[in-house]
């Protein structure tokens, strides 16, 4: 028994052990799957991204994208019209529909004019729909990312993308107020087209801000609509100026109550621009109300209230912008003009491309708060010289929500000759290469504070002192 019991125990004891080939083999086999798990799992994870965006059909008002889309109109022959689908893949701040609608909303807003498409003439906007049905994505021609908007956790794979379809960088926000870092960092070579207020955009879309148009396209054979394309500034050989003297043409306005001389309506305390200095300095020689939450404001809640105390008894507006950045002109020139008032300027574009001559006052043409104080004042107190300023509504008149970038956009996605392209570094053309590049410091002898200057505790209201305590978290959280 003994005998045998060591035989059995031997016995176990000489198993062959795997060779050195099997568990070579054993390794090479796990290492080539885990390669071939890493390799296939973005394009898994990618796949299972745009199948998540899918299921998310957004719904306007109860009525399906979807649907708005399938129900387009035949054309006089009878025929299906081409669907032209543009999809708003993040929203515009809180807005899904990007402020302007969604189906043929947009155009039929806009009355987009018409223009020869695929040799035919057909109304632009006519074909042309946009939606929130990320389900859309591989039918659309156009898919549209605000920049304040972007995750770059939330966005289709730019593999995805065929050859045709346009992703559109869409901004209203000066590079200043953009986040450079996260365009660098994930969105080089991944749009194709520009959506924003600058001029050398693909499409110039003002809509947020406002523009100055003719009266009727019949009005002038020499009246262009500002803000004046590169192209009509070559064509015109450098000659921006609308003639709108006309002394058969009266200027009327009511003068007797427009006594005081300067409001500044203000919500953003600390800025780029430096405003803040400049009124400060402003308002040593020539009174300056200032309104809202900054530097002592009064409050002025009801807009269509304050805008006609405006146009009743104040002669200037100060329309200065909170970074001077290459055409970034905003709402606040076009309030100004729209209410019977002269904007005095502060800004970073050539603003003899946004209005006819005579119309404004730019502090930029100044060497200091003193000499721009005294052209005011004598304004002031020279009346004509004063009306002078309002002859440019004989032929133009305020467009405050311009909604003809979207006719632009309507057109070039139906334009077959439309060339491919891809912008390798966004942010670059956006900014330039080095932080906020395009943009520029304000000039000192406008800025530079008065020795007198001593910020008081009652600069700022209590509520924008909230305001900026709680952003102040934000960031260090």
Known sequence: MLKQHHSRKKTFCCCPLPSRTLLRWLATSFIGGAVIVLYLLPAYRDQHRLQHHRRQVSSIDGVSSLTQVLLLPADQYGQQQQQIIILYWTKYFDLNDFDVGTGRTPFLKAQC?????????????????????????????????????????????????????????????????????????????????????????????????????????????????????????????????????????????????????????????????????????????????????????????NRPECDRMLSRYYRFYLSFENSLCPDYVTEKLYRALAHDTVPVVFGGADYSLYLPAGSYVDARDFDSPKSLAEHLKKLMVDDQLYLSHFTWRRHYVVNPAPLDGWCQLCRLLSDPNKRPKTYPDIAAWWAGRSSNQSCFPPPVSLVSLEPTYEPTRDSYSADYVRKLVNKLREIVV
């Open 113 to 301: 004019a018409s223009a020869a498409l695929d040799g035919q003439q057909q109304r632009a906007g006519c074909c042309c729909l946009t939606t929130t049905d990320r389900g859309l994505l591989n039918r659309s021609h156009a898919v549209i990312f605000h920049a304040r908007d972007l995750d770059p956790d939330d966005l289709p794979p730019p593999g995805w993308r065929h050859p045709r379809q346009n992703f559109i960088f869409f901004n209203y926000e000066s590079p200043v107020h953009t986040d450079l870092a996260k365009l660098r960092l994930y969105f080089n070579n991944y749009f194709n087209t520009t959506m924003t207020y600058r001029r050398d955009s693909d499409i110039v879309s003002l809509h947020p801000y406002g523009r100055i148009q003719c009266r009727s396209a019949t009005s002038s054979s020499h009246c262009l609509d500002f803000p004046l394309s590169p192209s009509s500034v070559a064509s015109r050989n450098g000659s921006y100026v609308q003639d709108t003297s006309d002394p058969a043409v009266p200027i009327r306005m009511d003068l007797t109550r427009k006594k005081r001389t300067a409001a500044w309506f203000v919500s953003n305390c600390l800025t780029d621009s430096r405003r803040e200095s400049l009124v400060h300095n402003l308002s040593l020689f020539i009174p300056v109300d200032i309104y809202g939450d900054c530097h002592g404001g009064r409050p002025c809640r």
